[in-house]
């Protein structure tokens, strides 16, 4: 019943009739911390990033939520004003559900609180992984973990090696391992020196997949 | 019907004939990494440390669950392994109720299956807050803000101060906020030497709180 362990819970299927359709231009704002919290958003097409700003501005990129995800579920959970800053990193529609409506469909159907739990368990455990890369491991290592990790998620096989499918800056990248953008570049770099991958501003493609995996352990 | 946003969601009113008691003493390991995954715990009273070991044996506690809380709760959503060292920091009772059994009760009843949504939402809170802990926080900041929070769940009011009711280590603390043990004394050493805080080895009072919380927010 609660059978999934993917990072990936999709809403796809779900309420097609309810909340309005909105779109979104790449890089545009969705919320910021402070907007008042009251509804749920599903990704119909395109992607969302979520990220933590602290108070002198540094960013830590949380989750990118694909098509068929929701994001802002923690209205749903007494949230009264979001937390986290919401951009759309490609052109982007969204499915935008008012709390009560929300609340409502979970009241009465038992399989959408089912996937609520699988969500919420997914992201928990998502969470819990970067915890363990922040605590325990460098740079390289957090680098070629998260480097794998999108291959995982949007790789794409090409001639010369499995390209990653999502354009990301290096800032973008330091972001989401919570590093700075130089020692990020630094990384790359040596990467690149060691024919592990080829990289230009916005293109990673993956050259030697063995060789970013021993990256995984070195500390 | 989706109600609190605290860490603490309470499963104690539930399954009082359900699943078997078993007692553990302070110290007692309950699972390791690869123990297999198929039972939920509730601390019936006692108190739960749950961390993560990486390869080379360093810990970081993730959390530490209290009377009327479950852990274990992986096994729920397609855990095959658990992935946690679950300690017992006191004498505990817990209860543990079969992965089947649990299911049967979520599937028959949605209020348990919403108690779990809260609970996966708080603990998904929770590592989050730890997360920008490490991305953003120095270890000045982090131990202030760890003293506080455990001030705030075990706080108990002295002559002296705040006492924090939990014993801890210098090196548990370490362990919550990611630092190693050394570092963690020494900044326990400066908060004493200006006033902030009494320690001995297990014993923390907080004398001035306010010098505490200005702790938090220095870089």
Redesign the interface.
Known sequence: ?????SNKVSFADLWADLGDLIDVDRGETIYHPGTPSNSVYIVESGRVKLA?L???G?K?T?TIVDAGEIFG??C????KHRRHLATAIEETVLRCVEKKVF?KL??ED?AT??Q???H??????E??E???D???RDIQARLSRQLLKLSDEYGVETKEGILIGLSVTHKELADMI?SARENTTLALNRFAREGILDKSRYRIVIKNEAGLRKKC?A?
């Open positions: 019943m609660l059978s999934t362990t933590y602290d108070e002198s540094k830590l949380l579920e923690m749903l959970v007494g949230e609340m979970i009241g038992p609180l089912q609520l739990v699988q919420f368990a997914a992201r928990m455990r969470f819990e970067t915890l363990e922040l605590a325990f919570g352990h500390t």
